[in-house]
């Protein structure tokens, strides 16, 4: 295997014609990416912790299992609670992945090239989390292929117009989609990989997974072609599949859930939280595996406006959800908001502001869009926020309902939060199993937008070899 | 399957044999390149991919099913919600969409893989493992008496290595 030829001594700033100005040629790309393959000790010891938190979730899961539904916090009416929210969740963190990769896509975005191949790892493994809560949920899994319709001897089919039954046609396609999606992107790169690779048994492996790609103009030209349709239909799928899972609440009668904004309001927040959980993943990607010069500061710049963007969306939709319950003069809206900021919940509903309204306008300063360390600890607090944010949808709502023997309290117990951990092991392994199997960043894309090698080069042709701008913003 | 394998390090040096041997008609030219190049496209001038057509007739079967699925069955084991039809389409476009970007998906694939000849057991003649890697290949497929004109032809245009194959 060639040696890494070239190792950059500072990251380095990219302009819009020149995005990767420390990278030089085809090999080096090539080198440096399959050099992230190479597993370290600190990948074993994440990994360990990763399946450590996975067997504690599976525990308790089991431990519910032999107990009952009852050991989950669950109190009447309160019959929602950490799983419904924690299944939000996850479906928001997969929403960024599809966006980076199919949205940008078609909106010649170039600063997605280096990091979509993260983010549609991030969907595929988010959404494979948050389909396992709603089978935690209804506390008998093992009745869960009940929801899906097929002929069978009970003669029964599903109920067509529940959302619950549109939450498992949306979600099941999604996932489907944006793992065909990941696939179909990664077979060039696998077939590099197996074309770099010594032992025979990975090499057949490759082989196998690449399905005899070849690199001929004819496979780039359906390849190009099939994956700009891909792109066309995921656009508006990433976008109907949050407003499905908010029908979940805005078909009910109940306050603070019935509200036609739902469905712009739950994208909106689904694509800020899956951008913030591209930050928490991708910078310390980009730091372990010295990817800068990949990973440039221009491309968490431009994310940092999505996220930016994003956010003041989302808080327009929170100061509107409180204009529309004084405007519309329904009782028990009104108390039911005044419940949640200033009653019960306010700390909940403030942690949920604080994290998602007040600390994201700290992206309007540029050299704060271009502090990495500062975008991981934000990106820290946006998870938590956007948690907070369906915990506050799901729980005040139920607990305080239009008559006083439905105000209620709920307090979720260890089996929730066993569970929740649980999750985030079982995330964490799969994202972690794949960093060390299969590429992190696009290898083929990432050619495209490196200069060719040339017999007779351009005037225009970008001399990089040692010339790198300063990181400071606004000296270059 | 009998020709000669061009191997180019320049991406300008391959795109003018491939110019030059659709000019001189010496045969079919395949190319190899490691990334998508707008250069070798307009080289080559290939047909337009049918692969849009599987995403508009699978998209359109999905869409007609994701329907039909629902109302059949609503009729079949009818619960009568509300007041409302048993087929109420307004909630079945939910099925009608989601069934067509799923089966017009998985159809586009399909599509992919048919017309870029994968899943393939071989790699069959003219492929060198460098051309994922940063190279680019010409194979010209020709008769045995115009190899040597094939052959001149990819040197001239900076061909690094180039050999028969068969």
Request: overall charge positive; proline content about 6%; some cysteine.
């Amino acid at each position: 295997m060639a040696t890494i030829a070239y190792e950059p001594k500072r990251p380095n700033i990219a302009t819009a014609n020149v995005p990767l100005p420390a990278v030089r040629d085809y090999e080096q790309v090539d080198d440096e990416i399959a050099a992230t393959l190479r597993p370290s000790k600190a990948w074993f010891a994440l990994l360990l912790v990763a399946m450590g938190c996975l067997a504690i979730g599976i525990a308790a899961w089991m431990y519910q299992i032999q107990q009952g539904l009852g050991v989950a916090g669950y109190s009447p009416p309160v019959m929602w609670g950490v799983y419904i929210i924690s299944f939000v969740f996850w479906v928001g963190i997969g929403h960024a992945g599809t966006l980076i990769s199919a949205i940008l896509y078609l909106f010649r975005a170039g600063f997605r090239t280096t990091i979509y191949r993260c983010a549609e790892a991030m969907t595929v493994f988010a959404v494979m989390t948050a389909g396992l809560f709603p089978i935690i949920h209804i506390g008998r899994p093992w009745k869960f292929f009940w929801l899906i319709p097929y002929p069978n001897w009970r003669l029964l089919w599903p109920q067509f117009k529940s959302p619950l039954v549109w939450d498992v046609f949306a979600i099941s396609t999604y996932l489907t989609i944006s793992t065909t999606f990941l696939f179909v992107g990664l077979i060039p790169d696998i077939a590099v990989l197996r074309d770099r690779e010594k032992n025979p048994t990975r090499r057949a492996i490759l082989a196998f997974l690449s399905f005899g790609w070849r690199n001929t103009e004819r496979e780039w030209r359906h390849f190009a072609r099939a994956y700009l349709f891909l792109a066309a239909v995921s656009t508006p799928l990433v976008l109907s599949v949050h407003s499905v899972v908010s029908f979940d609440f805005a078909m009910a009668l109940t306050p603070g859930w019935h509200t036609t904004i739902f469905p712009p309001y739950f994208v909106a927040g689904a694509i800020f939280s899956g951008i913030g959980m591209v930050f928490t993943i991708i910078i310390p990607i980009r730091k372990w595996f010295r990817l800068q010069h990949y990973v440039t500061l221009n491309a968490l710049d431009a994310a940092a406006k999505l996220a930016l963007t994003t956010s003041l969306v989302v808080g327009c939709a929170y100061m509107v959800e409180f204009f529309i319950a004084w405007y519309g003069g329904v009782k028990a809206e009104q108390d039911y908001f005044w419940n949640r900021v200033f009653g019960q919940w306010w700390w909940a509903a403030w942690i949920m502001l604080t994290c998602n309204m007040i600390l994201p306008l700290s992206l309007f300063s540029q050299k704060l869009r271009r502090n990495p360390a500062w975008l991981w600890i934000l990106s820290i607090f946006i998870n938590i926020g956007m948690w907070f944010e369906r915990f506050v949808i799901v729980v005040p709502s139920l607990s305080h309902e239009f008559e006083p023997w439905q105000w209620t309290a709920y307090r979720p117990t260890w089996v929730d939060f066993a569970i929740l951990l649980g999750s985030f092991g079982w995330f964490f392994m799969w994202f972690l199993l794949f960093i060390k199997q299969l590429p992190v960043i696009a290898i083929a894309e990432v050619k495209e937008i490196v200069p060719p090698r040339l017999r007779h080069a351009h005037a225009h042709t970008p001399d990089t070899a040692d010339d790198f701008e300063p990181e400071t913003p606004g000296a270059h | 399957m009998r020709g000669v394998l061009g191997h180019f390090k320049e991406l300008d040096g391959a795109v003018e044999a491939i110019e030059e041997l659709k000019t001189s008609r010496l045969g079919d030219v395949t190319v190899f390149t490691p990334t998508p190049r707008h250069e070798f496209e307009h080289a080559v001038q290939p047909p337009r991919s049918p692969v849009r057509m599987y995403m508009l007739f699978g998209g359109l079967a999905g869409c007609m099913f994701g329907y039909w699925i629902a109302i059949w069955s609503s009729n079949y084991w009818p619960l009568v919600v509300g007041g409302k039809a048993f087929g109420s389409w307004i909630p079945y476009t939910i099925f009608g969409f989601e069934v067509f970007v799923l089966v017009g998906a998985l159809s586009t694939v399909a599509g992919l893989f048919i017309h870029a000849r994968i899943p393939r057991l071989t790699m069959t003649v003219g492929y060198d493992p460098r051309f994922s890697h940063g190279d680019y290949g010409v194979w010209v497929e020709c008769a045995p008496d115009k190899a040597a004109s094939a052959e001149a032809l990819l040197k001239k245009h900076g061909a690094v290595e180039v050999r028969g194959e068969r």
